[in-house]
């Protein structure tokens, strides 16, 4: 069994910091991470492969610079066979729908992959866009936010997915694409012999020419999205104290104030 596992390298969120001229955020002197969503589904493609077919093959694979070979590198440390990175100029600015066109074409070209994996979303863009695009492109079935696999073979798998008011356990037939939440695992550390194996790993460099994509749909030409306008949110607090003697009145005058906020 082929299982593919996609990760990001993102910039670690908590030393962000952003540009209001540009619109963009400051990347320079910040530390790049792989995203931490996608730790849960190289850990669960590690423990797939453990528990029930100990003779497939894990992939790894990130889109972007050069320097998201060091992503590649620690999920190749914590176990993960092989490791490929997807690097263009013309990959550059892409949004969710352009990037998933990529990894797809990708994935098309490793050929007879039964699982593809995701995090549930990348903590710098947050919009879980990715992993259902991808299953969209690749015209297969897909589980959101799966919370725990219940049973897996060479032909389907049945996971349960996270909601808001519980869960829904679903099947579908394989090649399907999942997309992780944390809940699902414990993420392990690399081991000293795997980061030893990372350091040494041959990680090849696929670009456009290699996969032989459509330029148009790569990029900045292939994005249909774009940021028009961000900034940072300000935290305005508010105090408002309801004190009738009539704790029922107290009550009903706080559900009307929440209506008003549109927070209930």
């Known amino acids: 069994m082929n299982i593919v596992v996609c990760i990001k390298q993102v910039p670690d969120t908590s030393q962000m910091k952003f540009d209001p ?15 931490p969503f996608d730790l849960y589904a190289v850990e669960e493609a590690l423990r797939i492969k453990e528990k029930f077919f100990p003779d497939a093959t894990i992939t790894a694979i990130s889109m972007g610079p050069k320097q998201a070979e060091n992503a590649l590198r620690e999920v190749v440390s914590m176990g993960v066979d092989k490791a490929i990175l997807l690097s263009d100029k013309s990959f550059a600015a892409s949004d969710t729908l352009a990037t998933s066109y990529v990894l797809s074409e990708a994935i098309k070209k490793l050929g007879d992959v039964k699982l593809v994996l995701f995090g549930k979303m990348a903590i710098d863009g947050d919009t879980a866009q990715v992993g259902p695009e991808v299953a969209a492109l690749l015209d297969i079935p897909q589980i959101t936010f799966v919370r725990k696999i219940v049973e897996i073979t060479k032909d389907h798998i049945i996971a349960q997915r996270g909601m808001e008011d519980g869960f829904e356990t679903l099947k579908v037939s394989l090649p399907a694409v999942i997309t992780c ?3 699902l695992n414990e993420p392990r550390l690399p081991s000293l012999r795997g980061k030893i194996r990372a350091k040494k790993e041959d990680i090849p460099v696929w670009d456009a020419n290699y996969l032989n994509i459509d330029l148009e749909r790569c990029g900045f030409k292939g994005s249909p999205t774009w940021v028009t306008k961000a900034f940072t949110p300000t935290i305005q607090k508010e105090n408002i104290i309801f004190n009738d003697e009539d704790q029922n009145k107290n009550v009903e005058n706080l559900i009307n104030e929440l209506k008003k906020k549109s927070i209930l």
């Open 21 to 35: 001229e540009t619109k963009t955020i400051k990347r320079e002197g910040v530390e790049n991470i792989v995203n």
């Open 181 to 183: 939440i944390k809940e």
